[in-house]
């Protein structure tokens, strides 16, 4: 079977790395940092599509399949490399601190009452039921007083999406995959017509038969340098997190959302941010997590934090991501550009990534995520 070079250590290349390998691939997976050092390492690890998912179409149906994806892989997963990759179900609950946001909320529920109740599938997924002030306060006791409700998804999941992305490249590697973290390619090598494998940082050439590029925001630098045009844009994300258990379920609001982790932690998040690739913090950033997160929980307003981050999501012009060859190439491939989604969506695009690869077709239909959507 041919030897795949994936560019980049995120979620999405580390399992793109678990698939291939599943399949028989011999992979190599380079890294110009570490594992998860981008957008991956920073994510709040939310297996919960956006509430415009509900709605039908290639997305939503991405999102169901991505969701289905997880439960096996989270028993695999630890099969295969011990790691626990804290796959909770703490519930959700998409707050509406406003009549507007309370009647947009409520189509929500009724667009996945539509489509079987659910906004993606099960395990991950989402099952919505709209919730008045008073069950919603018996459910988080802490809310703050004056708002008009929520949909309520008992069984909405969140993971440790660093744990998700060590364990995909640990059971490769275990499998054979080499890891070539601290490198970074720095061009590719051709050979008349093909590209015959990708240049490092570290002054040598890895060959390949084919190249995945899943270098989240810096994919379209990659892809500019074999003439293709592929629209990726980082989007800062800064996060806070409190050492406190006083909230119970996933708390989304119209300014953020507050998560409750593994070990008494709450994250607080994110702003959304289009300041080019500058992963920091900022006072200002920071601060409007702090106030959001003390108006949607006001004991929360005498809390210090323990620390605070950001990454960089992988933005794309319509939200959506880029999943397919790259144009002009019959085996060099793109994953990437799931934005506000790639925890969700990135065991999924590893899995459909290594279909291509490896038989040329998908389980899913991949045309709406083609790059070429965005030609003029
Ligand atoms: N997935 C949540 C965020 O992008 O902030």
Request: aromatic residues 6%.
């Given at each position: 079977m041919a030897d795949v070079v994936i560019v980049g250590g995120g979620v999405v290349g580390s399992a793109v790395a678990y698939y291939l390998t599943k399949a028989g691939a011999r992979v190599t997976l380079v890294e110009r940092d570490g594992l998860a050092a981008g957008a991956s390492g920073a994510a709040a690890g939310m297996l919960t599509p956006p509430p415009e998912a509900a709605a039908s179409g290639a997305f939503r149906d991405l999102c169901r399949a991505a969701a289905d994806v997880y439960p096996t892989l989270v028993e695999a997963l630890r099969d295969e490399?011990?790691?626990?990759?804290?796959?909770?179900?703490?519930?959700?609950?998409?707050?509406?601190?406003?009549?507007?946001?309370?009647?947009?909320?409520?189509?929500?529920?009724?667009?996945?009452?539509?489509?079987?109740?659910?906004?993606?599938?099960?395990?991950?997924?989402?099952?919505?039921?709209?919730?008045?002030?008073?069950?919603?306060?018996?459910?988080?006791?802490?809310?703050?007083?004056?708002?008009?409700?929520?949909?309520?998804?008992?069984?909405?999941?969140?993971?440790?999406?660093?744990?998700?992305?060590?364990?995909?490249?640990?059971?490769?590697?275990?499998?054979?995959?080499?890891?070539?973290?601290?490198?970074?390619?720095?061009g590719f090598v051709r050979r008349?017509?093909?590209?015959?494998?990708?240049?490092?940082?570290?002054?040598?050439?890895?060959?390949?038969?084919?190249?995945?590029?899943?270098?989240?925001?810096?994919?379209?630098?990659?892809?500019?340098?074999?003439?293709?045009?592929?629209?990726?844009?980082?989007?800062?994300?800064?996060?806070?997190?409190?050492?406190?258990?006083?909230?119970?379920?996933?708390?989304?609001?119209?300014?953020?959302?507050?998560?409750?982790?593994?070990?008494?932690?709450?994250?607080?998040?994110?702003t959304v941010e289009d300041v080019g690739f500058r992963p920091r913090t900022t006072r200002r950033g920071l601060a409007g997590l702090r106030r959001m997160a003390?108006?949607?929980?006001?004991?929360?307003?005498?809390?210090?934090?323990?620390?605070?981050?950001?990454?960089?999501?992988?933005?794309?012009?319509?939200?959506?991501p880029i999943i397919g060859l790259l144009p002009g190439w019959d085996h060099v491939y793109v994953a990437g550009g799931h934005f506000r989604n790639g925890i969700l969506l990135g065991p999924l695009t590893g899995k459909l990534i290594a279909q291509l690869v490896t038989g040329g077709r998908a389980d899913l239909p991949l045309e709406p995520f083609r790059v070429e959507r965005f030609a003029t």
């Amino acid at each position: 079977m041919a030897d795949v070079v994936i560019v980049g250590g995120g979620v999405v290349g580390s399992a793109v790395a678990y698939y291939l390998t599943k399949a028989g691939a011999r992979v190599t997976l380079v890294e110009r940092d570490g594992l998860a050092a981008g957008a991956s390492g920073a994510a709040a690890g939310m297996l919960t599509p956006p509430p415009e998912a509900a709605a039908s179409g290639a997305f939503r149906d991405l999102c169901r399949a991505a969701a289905d994806v997880y439960p096996t892989l989270v028993e695999a997963l630890r099969d295969e490399t011990g790691i626990d990759v804290q796959y909770l179900g703490s519930g959700l609950l998409l707050v509406a601190e406003t009549e507007a946001r309370a009647r947009a909320l409520q189509m929500v529920v009724r667009w996945s009452a539509q489509t079987g109740g659910r906004l993606a599938a099960s395990g991950g997924g989402l099952s919505l039921e709209w919730v008045e002030d008073g069950p919603l306060r018996r459910l988080e006791p802490g809310i703050a007083q004056g708002v008009w409700g929520a949909a309520y998804s008992p069984d909405a999941r969140h993971v440790n999406p660093g744990l998700v992305t060590q364990a995909l490249a640990q059971a490769a590697a275990a499998r054979g995959a080499t890891l070539r973290l601290g490198t970074a390619v720095t061009g590719f090598v051709r050979r008349d017509s093909r590209v015959a494998g990708v240049r490092t940082s570290e002054g040598d050439r890895i060959a390949a038969d084919r190249v995945v590029l899943a270098a989240g925001p810096w994919a379209g630098r990659l892809a500019r340098g074999l003439g293709a045009d592929v629209p990726t844009r980082p989007m800062r994300g800064q996060m806070l997190a409190y050492q406190y258990t006083g909230v119970r379920h996933i708390l989304w609001g119209e300014d953020g959302y507050l998560v409750p982790k593994a070990g008494g932690f709450l994250f607080v998040g994110a702003t959304v941010e289009d300041v080019g690739f500058r992963p920091r913090t900022t006072r200002r950033g920071l601060a409007g997590l702090r106030r959001m997160a003390a108006k949607t929980v006001p004991a929360l307003r005498y809390q210090e934090e323990v620390s605070a981050w950001a990454g960089l999501r992988p933005g794309t012009p319509d939200g959506l991501p880029i999943i397919g060859l790259l144009p002009g190439w019959d085996h060099v491939y793109v994953a990437g550009g799931h934005f506000r989604n790639g925890i969700l969506l990135g065991p999924l695009t590893g899995k459909l990534i290594a279909q291509l690869v490896t038989g040329g077709r998908a389980d899913l239909p991949l045309e709406p995520f083609r790059v070429e959507r965005f030609a003029t």
